[in-house]
């Protein structure tokens, strides 16, 4: 392994190999949940040197952990503990590559950190829509290789939607140029989409040529109180017909997160929760003016209260309120950070199915678990819930998830089957839920995914152990 | 093979199993450029008949020829000329399994006629915006399979973007249930959009979900003189920004394709053509009011003309003249039909490089051919042209056809190439584009897309010699 590593010096440049000094952050998951051992982490500058790391790495037998930010939820882009592992971070190669106004598009390298794509293409007068709460420190190939999902996703889509082509180094070490700024290509099978969502373990994505939008004139976020969870789903309803492509954001937020919020960060000021078993917060988005947009979402949140789906609703008068209302949301994880140890679940079933799917699923764990606390909130838009557990009060929060966590996410999970859900909406599979989806997904497409994995991954070199056992 | 259809028969029943009589509408494309011969013609009531018949078919090696409406354009859903091939028909599999208001989403068979789903929708007060030429004919089946596109894609997408999930009997008869009504479910390889769009060489989409959208309260449609290919751009990058996704529809046609239309068609009236080199029909969908929608659409014009984009213009009064518009942008077809045989390509390039691309390539055209006459028209909201080549006037259509079909095909296919297009836009490779896959796609993709055909249908039976050789 030794001509392994001196090898990669010469590919990438000694100074880009890491084998010595402290290397936690590319070998210990960001949710702190696994710490492994690289034989080395190398990164290189351009797609050139990848396709040469991996053709070495695949002489050698050694396997690749490809990496973006390691910002991942699920134990995805870390090594094992074997030491034998390479970790490939596509950090370095980070260039916005090109820009085309007229074509919407805008090409990235993989290592592009999303914060830095979103403003690039502000720059230009133009929108790159997804957002989502790592966006400052995650990369666009990660984004792409977990198919990353986020707030925008009710009017823009997950990361896949966004993505127009891919340049790929295969598990071969050869460089597929698929870059595309084609909105139509119908020349054989889509394996832009294959690699999209595949966690790594088919090849290494480089670059990506993704959609842009015009920069909306307006954007408002209002927040809503709503007795109950049919009535969020309703007015959601009502909101994709009042505001058409204009609903850029639909989040619903259980009142026991909003209370985290407002317990732990006492400066925010959390509205209308306390009166209200959910809150809603909506995002308007509007090509024409501030005044068209407001007046849309005031007509819209009227005609929910004549209906009673909406008890109280705050419009934001400026863009720090709007900014202080999203806060609330983004800091529920951190809210929950505070309060202890959690039982955490990314689901999603069809947006039609939640109420039912909450009652039954709330009903199932307090029979479970007496006093258990849920921290139920997410992108209600996209029937995607992080449908979280909290420990009874005055319960030790590490007591209860060494005792319940196996319980209550094989209760979750199996609720979210009976409902036609997923087991994982935006986080993927990584390693973490690995067996979970042995147990979920079908035999059928199980056997597809190893069928193909074989097929472009013949020696199993590509960050294995993750999305599906050989 | 009197084993096999007899099989068949029991799976299906006699009446079901076609052997003798005119098989032609099963046996012969579209456009009349391939007639084979079937041993059977076999016409299943469900995914579980469809799975019976493939066990049945691969245990006798007879390999399968999937057919929806076969309506395509690249022959590919007619049996080859051995009359040992059996076509699969779905077109008794067409259902409206469920539609799911609060969800956004469909459950159709594959079988399903297209206007039979949009029109299931609108009873619904619901959108299903995938629309095209052929719509009366065309099944979902065939349009996934295709992963199809038309006019609405510049809002909506193609068929792929438009489906949550898909139910296939795999090459082995296996039946794998992907059916989702899920936005949201990152739990493995994307195997749904492998089979979007690949011809029935892997396996048989024998159901699909797919999304809706709220009606629109007002559609409206225009259409404006445009005087240069690159001011029809820049009115496209205009409307994206005053219409937002209001703008559902954006279509170029040239000057010679709307003189066919007006002289074939004379009781057609074609508004502002005479004076100006290219038309472009663009429609306004508005979630507000038609008031609204018109006085959006009146603004984003005269922008057009104070920047020169838009030399004239008109927008449709109701309903029967927009129809009236669109009917003449849908004439152009069989407008050629009537001028005489012509050279048919569905190109894409960037948006931003289609001005250049027409500049470039009808020079080259015209320094290849004195007098040609170009039929330059199609989809420029999604960089999607019809560059059709239609005979020098007085030159007889079929000697044209054959002298200069070769020549010219390669003469744009490479020209499609210098400028990063597409060889086939929207309608497939079937077998018509079969080797000009080969001279066009990247080896490296092409050697991807052997290995999953081989891993997915190793015995070679799912519509053979489409898509890709062996």
């Given at each position: 392994m030794n001509s392994l590593i001196e090898q990669l010096k010469t590919i990438a440049g000694a100074p880009n190999v890491l084998v010595d000094g402290d290397l936690t952050a590319y070998e210990q998951d960001w949710r702190k949940r696994s710490r492994g051992k690289a034989l080395a982490v190398v990164r290189p500058a351009s797609t050139t040197e990848v396709a040469a790391i991996v053709k070495a790495c695949a002489a050698a037998g050694a396997s690749i952990v490809p990496q973006g930010g390691n910002t991942g939820l699920v134990v995805g882009s870390t090594p094992d503990e074997s030491g034998s592992q390479v970790v490939l971070s596509?950090?370095?190669?980070?260039?916005?590559r090109s820009i085309d106004a007229h074509n919407l598009t805008m090409t990235l390298e993989a290592g592009c950190i999303l914060q830095a794509a979103q403003e690039a293409a502000e720059r230009e007068?133009?929108?790159?829509?997804?957002?989502?709460?790592a966006e400052g420190s995650c990369t666009i190939g990660g984004n792409l290789s977990t198919n990353a999902g986020g707030t925008q996703v009710v009017r823009y889509g997950n990361a896949r939607e966004l993505c127009l082509g891919v340049e790929v180094v295969t598990a071969q070490g050869e460089i597929w140029n698929g870059l595309s700024g084609l909105r139509k290509d119908n020349t054989g099978y889509d394996l832009r989409d294959l690699f999209i969502g595949s966690e790594g373990t088919l090849g290494v994505i480089t670059a990506a040529t993704m959609k842009l939008y015009p920069l909306p004139v307006a954007s408002l976020t209002a927040w809503a109180a709503v007795p109950t969870m049919q009535d969020a789903v309703e007015l959601l309803a009502l909101a994709h017909r009042h505001l058409g492509a204009g609903l850029t954001g639909f989040e619903v937020m259980g009142q026991f997160p909003l209370q985290l919020v407002a317990r732990h960060f006492p400066q925010q000021r959390v509205p209308l929760y306390e009166q209200s078993p959910y809150c809603v917060l909506l995002e308007n988005s509007d090509s024409e003016s501030e005044d068209h947009a407001r007046a849309q979402f005031e007509r819209l949140l009227e005609l929910a209260m004549d209906k009673g789906l909406v008890s109280d609703a705050v419009v934001a008068e400026n863009i720090a309120q709007a900014r202080q209302l999203w806060h609330i949301r983004e800091s529920i994880p951190m809210a929950q950070v505070e309060e202890g140890l959690n039982i955490k679940h990314d689901i999603s079933v069809p947006v039609s199915a939640i109420p039912k799917f909450c009652e039954v699923t709330d009903a199932l764990l307090a029979r479970e678990i007496p006093n258990v606390r849920l921290v139920n909130f997410g992108h209600l838009g996209d029937g995607n819930l992080h449908y979280n557990v909290q420990a009874p009060p005055g319960v030790d929060p590490a007591a209860f998830l060494r005792e319940y966590e196996h319980r209550v996410t094989t209760l979750v999970y199996d609720s979210v089957r009976n409902f036609g859900g997923s087991i994982s909406a935006e986080h993927g599979v990584g390693s973490l839920k690995l067996d979970k989806l042995e147990d979920h997904k079908s035999p059928v497409a199980l056997g597809m995914m190893r069928a193909i994995k074989r097929a472009l991954d013949p020696q199993n070199l590509m960050n294995p152990g993750r999305v599906l056992n050989p």
């Amino acid at each position: 392994m030794n001509s392994l590593i001196e090898q990669l010096k010469t590919i990438a440049g000694a100074p880009n190999v890491l084998v010595d000094g402290d290397l936690t952050a590319y070998e210990q998951d960001w949710r702190k949940r696994s710490r492994g051992k690289a034989l080395a982490v190398v990164r290189p500058a351009s797609t050139t040197e990848v396709a040469a790391i991996v053709k070495a790495c695949a002489a050698a037998g050694a396997s690749i952990v490809p990496q973006g930010g390691n910002t991942g939820l699920v134990v995805g882009s870390t090594p094992d503990e074997s030491g034998s592992q390479v970790v490939l971070s596509l950090q370095r190669t980070n260039a916005v590559r090109s820009i085309d106004a007229h074509n919407l598009t805008m090409t990235l390298e993989a290592g592009c950190i999303l914060q830095a794509a979103q403003e690039a293409a502000e720059r230009e007068g133009l929108l790159f829509p997804l957002s989502l709460a790592a966006e400052g420190s995650c990369t666009i190939g990660g984004n792409l290789s977990t198919n990353a999902g986020g707030t925008q996703v009710v009017r823009y889509g997950n990361a896949r939607e966004l993505c127009l082509g891919v340049e790929v180094v295969t598990a071969q070490g050869e460089i597929w140029n698929g870059l595309s700024g084609l909105r139509k290509d119908n020349t054989g099978y889509d394996l832009r989409d294959l690699f999209i969502g595949s966690e790594g373990t088919l090849g290494v994505i480089t670059a990506a040529t993704m959609k842009l939008y015009p920069l909306p004139v307006a954007s408002l976020t209002a927040w809503a109180a709503v007795p109950t969870m049919q009535d969020a789903v309703e007015l959601l309803a009502l909101a994709h017909r009042h505001l058409g492509a204009g609903l850029t954001g639909f989040e619903v937020m259980g009142q026991f997160p909003l209370q985290l919020v407002a317990r732990h960060f006492p400066q925010q000021r959390v509205p209308l929760y306390e009166q209200s078993p959910y809150c809603v917060l909506l995002e308007n988005s509007d090509s024409e003016s501030e005044d068209h947009a407001r007046a849309q979402f005031e007509r819209l949140l009227e005609l929910a209260m004549d209906k009673g789906l909406v008890s109280d609703a705050v419009v934001a008068e400026n863009i720090a309120q709007a900014r202080q209302l999203w806060h609330i949301r983004e800091s529920i994880p951190m809210a929950q950070v505070e309060e202890g140890l959690n039982i955490k679940h990314d689901i999603s079933v069809p947006v039609s199915a939640i109420p039912k799917f909450c009652e039954v699923t709330d009903a199932l764990l307090a029979r479970e678990i007496p006093n258990v606390r849920l921290v139920n909130f997410g992108h209600l838009g996209d029937g995607n819930l992080h449908y979280n557990v909290q420990a009874p009060p005055g319960v030790d929060p590490a007591a209860f998830l060494r005792e319940y966590e196996h319980r209550v996410t094989t209760l979750v999970y199996d609720s979210v089957r009976n409902f036609g859900g997923s087991i994982s909406a935006e986080h993927g599979v990584g390693s973490l839920k690995l067996d979970k989806l042995e147990d979920h997904k079908s035999p059928v497409a199980l056997g597809m995914m190893r069928a193909i994995k074989r097929a472009l991954d013949p020696q199993n070199l590509m960050n294995p152990g993750r999305v599906l056992n050989p």
